[in-house]
């Protein structure tokens, strides 16, 4: 692999609350494939087996050519280029911030990533880790899967769902999952220490249900949601998308409520908001709102706003003093004001074909965001771009691959 600098960049986005954190936080800094480091005392704060915690967010890609099943994960504090077991036939690729699942319909394989956070409210730990392969969910490619701290939650194309124990993951094992009782519309959101679903009783619209990690059913919130699709996570909680706009769910004490954040107006059914994408933490949400335009959903404001962007096969937003960023079907990145709407910055064609679907119909190229970057991957091209969203959408480093990565989610953060 070869990096292509175009100026210097890389600044720590280590959090203020950081400092404090107690001194037995800190660790040595080492390659992702180094040997698991020994702790100098297993009760300092924040303490993780076998990783080591940074003051920086240890940002990697996983990147995946289902063409030949090839996989990589580029680490973007070194730039160096890890290569991992293949993973043939997968469709796409998601992830929970730190296990990267590649869809496939003999199964959804499992990959630790060896970068994560965790978030305690008023600071936050990031750590690193060597990378680990860790085995195969039995769930097919349109298996939708959902993590917190605890668990991992695992809803299947029937709506049948089940959770398994984070730390098994953790550890590099699969483990055996809890099964939920019945069948669910839509996703089901570890939040809370808790499980959100929808039912299915097999009518249009569904009714949400809120049970215990046991799979025990302790509420149900007095909400409904027809046809549910998409969900996000956000600090003032978890964004449920409805035909007529999406449900805000929040727990208080253990008490949840829910709330509806309908559109202004009808909306068809092809200019739904039906999936999400965000900078992990933000309250700002993105869509697309068919293919020629976008929706921005405020969640602090409870706000939808639909901002006409032209032909968009990508969008994405840091959040609240940020650009929403578009990725045109000519490969080109524009830039929009979340306020105004207003076009204030793009970038020459990047990504040739942008508009064509990946190996065999698989995804082809995404944006993802971090708290200072954005990332772009361009198949054809075999590279990632690293975008300064910042700085009018310049281009900070290019990575030149081996691999045509057409599947790519950042881990990390």
């Known amino acids: 692999m070869f990096v292509r600098r175009h100026r210097p960049l890389w600044a720590s986005t280590a959090l203020v609350a950081l400092a404090l954190l107690a001194t037995g936080c800190a660790g040595q800094d080492s390659d992702a494939s180094a040997p698991e480091a020994t702790p100098a005392a297993s009760t300092a704060h924040g303490y993780v087996e076998g990783a080591q ?81 860790v085995g195969t969910l039995p769930a097919g490619p349109a298996a ?40 669910h519309a839509g996703t089901v959101v570890p939040y809370a220490e808790h499980l959100l679903a929808f039912t299915d009783g097999g009518e249009e619209t569904a009714q949400l249900v809120v049970y215990d990690r046991h799979g025990r059913r302790v509420a149900s919130p007095d909400a409904s949601c027809e046809d549910p699709r998409g969900d996000a996570v956000t600090r003032r909680g978890v964004v449920l998308g409805c035909a007529d706009g999406a449900l805000l769910v929040r727990a208080n004490d253990g008490t949840f409520t829910a709330e509806k954040i309908p559109y202004d107006g009808d909306v ?72 105004t709407g207003r076009q204030v910055s793009r970038t020459k064609p990047l990504v040739k074909g942008a508009a064509e679907p990946g190996a065999d119909g698989n995804a082809g190229p995404v944006i993802e965001v971090d708290r200072s970057r954005a990332y772009l991957n361009d198949p054809k091209g075999k590279r990632v771009y690293e975008i300064d969203y910042n700085d009018n959408l310049r281009i900070a480093r290019t990575f030149d691959l081996d691999i045509e990565p057409a599947l790519m989610v950042e881990t990390g953060r």
């Open 53 to 133: 915690e940074k003051a920086e967010q240890q940002s990697r890609l996983v990147l995946n050519d289902p063409r030949t099943g090839h996989s990589r994960v580029l680490d973007l504090i070194t730039g160096k280029v890890h290569e991992v077991p293949r993973t043939t036939g997968a469709t796409h690729l998601t992830t929970d911030g730190r296990f990267a699942y590649f869809h496939t319909p003999d199964g959804t394989h499992v990959l630790d990533s060896g970068a994560w956070m965790v978030d305690h409210g008023d600071h936050v730990h990031y750590y690193r880790a060597p990378i680990r392969d």
């Open 144 to 183: 939708r899967i959902r993590s917190d701290a605890a668990v991992t939650a695992v809803t299947d194309e029937d709506g049948r769902a089940g959770t398994y124990r984070r730390a098994e993951l953790e550890k590099g094992e699969v483990g055996s999952p809890r099964p939920l009782p019945g069948t």
């Open 268 to 339: 068809p059914e092809k200019e739904r908001a039906t999936a999400f994408r965000h900078r992990p933490g933000s309250d700002t949400l993105t869509a697309t709102a068919g293919d020629r335009a976008v929706w921005v959903l405020d969640v602090t404001e409870r706000t939808w706003t639909r901002i006409r962007t032209g032909p968009v096969v990508s969008a994405n937003t840091a959040g609240e003093g940020s650009v929403i960023i578009t990725l045109r079907t000519d490969g080109s990145l524009h830039g929009y004001d979340l306020t």
